[in-house]
């Protein structure tokens, strides 16, 4: 069965810059992404005492992040401002990049949020706390944004949040308004963490995922602090030494593996060479949903330590979750194999509906392929796990991801796995189960002729009956002219013998012939008969007995291409058959 077609992608379009955009974005070029995901990262910074305006290293590692997820990545700039009263309000939420991650133009279904705060940062001449932008900053997550271009919330998807110094105390608060409306986070990263004043402390509270904080104490102004339920990374006593600064110079270095420096700062090779610091390539972004490596179990729910928060949210208002257990690395099965992912969700009020299934790509909102899913309604637990029975029988081959959806009928969560499901197709002549049918196809039809037992035994997963040329579920001598045909690229079993192309013939041939029975025989029904009809190895269109006086003349035309057949040689049974250096040579008659 074919999968329905996908809508088309037409019409919308994000791509354009406006002209404040400048910094490292322009001219960026993206490199070779690992994966495309449905996500959300938001990144932020802390006290900005020399400008009102973002600091420039929040665009590198935007971009940075953005050459991982995927050129269709939303690039957002969340500005906080402060009006004439030294009160935050929300001055701007901007669309700089890429494409809107609920269009169905686009492919991943990924945004980048830089949250600039800067005008409200200050610490002398004005203070805001970092939980008062926290609450400026949750409902453009927890609500669309049409004005942005955003038909639905970005809470939809699962979320990392990234901050530095003051930063890391407005991502936990921010983590905290999450907790209260019941949404999970994904992910929370703290650069240094430094509140001021009356920030909240850094807490790691019980509704995320996972944590990891990075730290140093050697500043005297701004020391950083470990975090208690976090994966921490202690960079004080790293060399060259780390400072206040150059912590996201460190995170940023673990995002792009290729770079020597971020926003003028020096990217040091050393600062990876420690036992809990490295190597570079599995540290830090490694640990996010789109590096996708295994994260330490001490920043992980539920073994890492968690502070309760409370569910304000009431009734359907309150969101519910899922997630797959792990983040399973690039997988593949054969066409009718049975799939199982594991899905945790919660759902206090156990009334929604979860859905386990695929899509072509990683955006939930240009359709997924409802007709291979599977569906619960009203848990009978408000939190656990499920695994669903994901039958490939009927998925045509290719590549899919692995989706999970939880609904209440007024918000929807989804989740991407990192890697692909890849379904390989069985096809007729397929012997060797990788969805083509090839020269590498040829020992493991010739194995299952001569003793199919053992070449079940050999690809326990081949189905005989979709491999099976001539679709009779048993392979016999048979199946050699229509395995021949298929090998030769024909796209149907239709008994049209085949010959041999003399011109092309390597020597010596890879196994020795089997022996030929009597030429004299003019029975079509002789071994020699059944041996031709076998192989389809005819020279003409006339079946070669039709003319007595022509038989040896043909056959010597056939025995000049392949010197070690002798003239009198015995008819092969069938488990000496060994033709099969000749089928590459073959061409359609």
Not at 333 to 347: H, R, T
Not at 362 to 373: F, H, I, R, T
Not at 419 to 448: C, M, R, W
Request: proline share 8%; aromatic share 8%.
């Amino acid at each position: 069965m074919s999968l329905a077609s996908r809508p088309s992608h037409s019409g919308e379009s994000f791509r354009s810059c406006p002209l404040s955009w400048s910094g490292p974005w322009l001219g960026l070029e993206a490199l070779e992404p690992r994966l495309l995901l449905s996500g959300v990262t938001l990144l932020t910074h802390g006290y900005q005492p020399l400008s009102s305006d973002r600091p420039t290293w929040l665009d590198a590692m935007a971009a940075a992040v953005v050459a991982q997820a995927g050129v269709d990545t939303a690039v957002y700039a969340l500005r906080i401002e402060l009006n004439s009263s030294n009160d935050p309000f929300v001055s701007s939420f901007q669309l700089l990049a890429g494409l809107s991650p609920t269009s169905s133009a686009s492919s991943n279904s990924e945004t980048v949020i830089m949250l600039d705060w800067a005008d409200a940062s200050g610490v002398f001449l004005s203070y805001v706390s970092t939980a008062v932008i926290a609450d400026l900053v949750a409902p453009y997550l927890l609500d669309a944004v049409p004005s942005a271009g955003l038909s639905s919330p970005l809470a939809e998807s699962p979320i990392q949040l990234i901050g530095h110094s003051r930063g890391g105390s407005l991502v936990s608060e921010l983590a905290l308004n999450l907790a209260n409306q019941g949404v999970w986070v994904d992910q929370m990263t703290t650069l240094d963490p430094h509140p001021v004043s009356s920030d909240p402390a850094v807490k790691v509270w019980d509704n995320v995922w996972f944590a990891d904080n990075y730290y140093r104490t050697d500043d005297f102004f701004t020391p950083g602090q470990s975090v208690n339920g976090a994966h921490n990374i202690n960079l004080t006593s790293v060399s060259p030494d780390v400072d206040h600064s150059e912590v996201h110079t460190f995170y940023h270095g673990t995002i792009d593996l290729a770079a020597s420096s971020a926003d003028g700062l020096t990217i040091e090779n050393a600062w990876y060479g420690y036992a809990h610091t490295g190597p570079r390539s599995s540290v830090g972004f490694a640990w996010s949903r789109l590096g996708a490596a295994a994260q330490p179990a001490d920043g992980l729910w539920p073994t890492g330590s968690r502070q309760a928060a409370a569910v304000t949210a009431a009734g359907p208002d309150v969101w519910d979750n899922i997630r797959f257990l792990s983040d399973a690395p690039d997988e593949s099965v054969y066409q009718g194999q049975i799939v199982q992912p594991q899905a945790a969700f919660e759902d206090q009020n156990q009334d929604s509906t979860l859905t386990v299934g695929l899509d072509l790509d990683a955006n939930p909102y240009n359709g997924v392929l409802a007709s291979y899913d599977q569906s619960i309604s009203n848990p009978a637990q408000a939190e656990g796990t499920w695994t669903p029975t994901l039958d490939t029988t009927l998925l045509d081959g290719g590549q899919y991801h692995l989706y999970a959806k939880i609904s209440n009928g007024v918000h929807i969560r989804y989740y991407y796995t990192s890697g692909l499901l890849t379904v390989i197709e069985l096809i007729p002549g397929d012997f060797d189960g990788d969805g083509a049918v090839t020269l590498s196809d040829i020992n493991p039809f010739k194995q299952a002729l001569t003793d199919t037992a053992v070449w079940q035994s050999q690809y326990p997963e081949v189905d005989l009956s979709k491999v099976d040329p001539n679709g009779d579920g048993v392979v016999t001598l048979s199946d050699v002219n229509p395995f021949k045909t298929l090998l030769a690229g024909g796209s149907s079993v239709d008994g049209q013998a085949l010959r041999l192309a003399p011109q092309v013939v390597p020597s010596p041939l890879n196994e020795p012939l089997a022996s030929f029975p009597e030429i004299n025989d003019s029975s079509p029904t002789t071994p020699l008969r059944s041996w031709l009809d076998a192989t389809g190895a005819e020279p003409c269109a006339s079946p070669w007995w039709s003319t007595p006086g022509d038989k040896k003349s043909l056959f010597a035309q056939r025995r000049s291409i392949f010197s070690s057949v002798p003239s009198d040689a015995q008819a092969p049974a069938p488990a000496e058959v060994s033709l099969w250096a000749e089928l590459p040579l073959l061409t359609t008659a």
